[in-house]
């Protein structure tokens, strides 16, 4: 083998190894991108998957919030309603009350009151302003020598029995009673903690 053929054969070895080499580096360069893509690949993913996890407790927060809100704007127009609609059904009762003070029945009912219940000796019998016109009729069903007076608390109508020490004194007033109804309706219905309206 002369020279010029040891010379290209040296060439080819050479142009081979050198091939050789660049493929491997190639191939490892390759592997090395696709391993960088890969793995930037699952950051990417990842973040996504943080992002739209963030994104739906944001929007379910959202959603949640508006649902409370609408759940209390609904609840406290349902109470608005309720509450004015027992005013109109005690206010009704309220007027059924004072338009019954304007009747004979009530005077009668007046007398029936004093005659069960009698005030003893020197009791004092408390009516509203408006009934004082009807005392001597009152003062005529009781066994016993009574005072009668006004009382400006007893609104509606009425009357109440100091005894004569002022230590006893019985309410028999359509004020106590539209009071203990009022306030009994809303405890039965656990309205308002049965406070009166």
């Known amino acids: 083998m002369d020279a010029s053929q040891k010379l290209a054969q040296f060439l080819d070895e050479v142009n081979q190894s050198i091939d050789h080499r660049i493929l491997t580096e190639r191939n490892q360069a390759q592997s090395q991108a696709d391993a960088w893509i890969q793995e930037s690949e699952a950051r990417s993913i990842a973040e996504a998957e943080r992002n739209l996890a963030d994104a739906k407790s944001k929007i379910a927060a959202k959603y949640k919030k508006r649902v409370s809100q609408t759940g209390f704007r609904c609840q406290t127009a349902l109470l608005q309603k309720q509450q004015a609609l027992l005013q109109e059904l005690f206010g009704t009762l309220h007027q059924k009350l004072k338009d019954f ?13 004093l005659k069960t219940h009698q005030p003893g000796s020197d009791a004092v019998v408390l009516l509203r302003k ?65 406070a009166a309206q």
């Open 130 to 194: 408006e009934d004082m016109p009807m005392a001597e009729r009152l003062q005529a069903v009781c066994r016993n020598a009574v005072e009668i007076r006004t009382d400006a608390s007893i609104r509606i109508g009425g009357l109440s029995i100091l005894s004569a020490d002022g230590s006893v004194c019985e309410n028999r007033t359509l004020d106590e009673a539209y009071l203990i109804q009022t306030r009994d309706f809303y405890r039965n219905h656990h309205l308002n903690g049965g």
């Open 101 to 113: 003070t304007e009747t004979e029945a009530y005077g009668t009912w007046m007398e029936t009151l």
